[in-house]
């Protein structure tokens, strides 16, 4: 089967209907549908998604969705094959495959955290990995991330539209580094519990960061870094940063494997240290519920 699509049998499956039903709403025109050449119809992921979020079809309700039924299917389900796939899918630099796996999966019921934590970070960490084996370029690793960002973004446009909360947040990685898939998975994550994001990606001196502050405000500001090649440097731009910030009401979150060592969470006082997206989510409520 084509991995970049669903079958009739797999969207009846999801949307909790008949295959006939499925081939009436296509010959009707509601979901669109490509054919083979054996003339069997494929149905692009991100089309379902669109269609059960307009329809209010199936059985995820929410993005964190947590319902004793949902939770035990999931675990039930384990590690999948198409963790491998997806790793295997941004090496190879397939957006619609990558696209597909993720938006396949939030279908089948898992979360946007669990994606996100448990499949995209681990194949990238895996990737990482291997680059510094030596077993994959960086011309691979850049690749790679690419991809991810980009099945990112088109799972971003496949969930569920959730109630505002009047909240801003602010996404970016410290100057020098170039990491910048963290960021879109922390604005994701907060989007998906009705913030408003803006991701000011890689490389992002701090200084400049300050200056919006008197502009617009924001209620938490998160703060990524992979790889810190100047420390000294970052952490007394970092405290500038936060005395600049004294008057705000925001708070700082900061994550990453630079943040991991021992001593720099001494050298970049934090109101939130964050290991996982589902850290970002705890976040976001305790914020919101203040």
């Known amino acids: 089967m084509d991995s970049d699509s669903l079958t009739t049998t797999e969207v009846a499956r999801l949307c909790r209907v008949s295959d006939a039903t499925v081939k009436r709403w296509a010959t009707a025109g509601l979901i669109k549908s490509e054919r083979t050449n054996g003339g069997h119809r494929r149905f692009r992921a991100e089309e379902i998604a669109r269609f059960q979020n307009e329809q209010g079809l199936g059985t995820k309700q929410s993005v964190g969705d947590e319902s004793v039924a949902k939770v035990g299917l999931r675990r039930g389900r384990g590690r999948k094959l198409s963790d491998c796939e997806f790793f295997h899918a941004l090496l190879a630099g397939s957006e619609n495959q990558a696209s597909t796996i993720l938006i396949r999966r939030l279908l089948e019921g898992e979360t946007l955290t669990e994606l996100l934590d448990g499949v995209v970070t681990e194949s990238m960490h895996h990737i990482g990995e291997l680059w510094q084996l030596g077993k994959v370029s960086v011309a691979e690793e850049h690749l790679a991330s690419r991809t991810a960002i980009c099945a990112l973004h088109n799972l971003r446009a496949s969930l569920p539209v959730p109630k505002p909360q009047n909240k801003l947040a602010i996404c970016f990685t410290l100057e020098g580094d170039l990491h910048e898939l963290a960021t879109h998975c922390a604005q994701v994550t907060l989007e998906s519990e009705g913030w408003e994001v803006w991701n000011f990606g890689a490389n992002t001196p701090l200084f400049s960061i300050s200056e919006e502050f008197d502009k617009h405000s924001p209620d938490l500001v998160c703060i990524s870094s ?50 996982t997206f589902s850290d ?8 919101q519920t203040k």
């Open 226 to 275: 992979t790889l810190m090649n100047q420390i000294d440097r970052s952490s007394r731009d970092y405290v500038s940063f936060r005395e600049k910030l004294e008057n705000h009401r925001a708070k700082i979150a900061i994550g990453g494997q630079a943040f991991e060592e021992d001593d720099l969470s001494d050298r970049f006082p934090a109101d939130y240290y964050l290991k």
């Open 280 to 287: 970002v989510i705890k976040v976001a409520t305790e914020i």
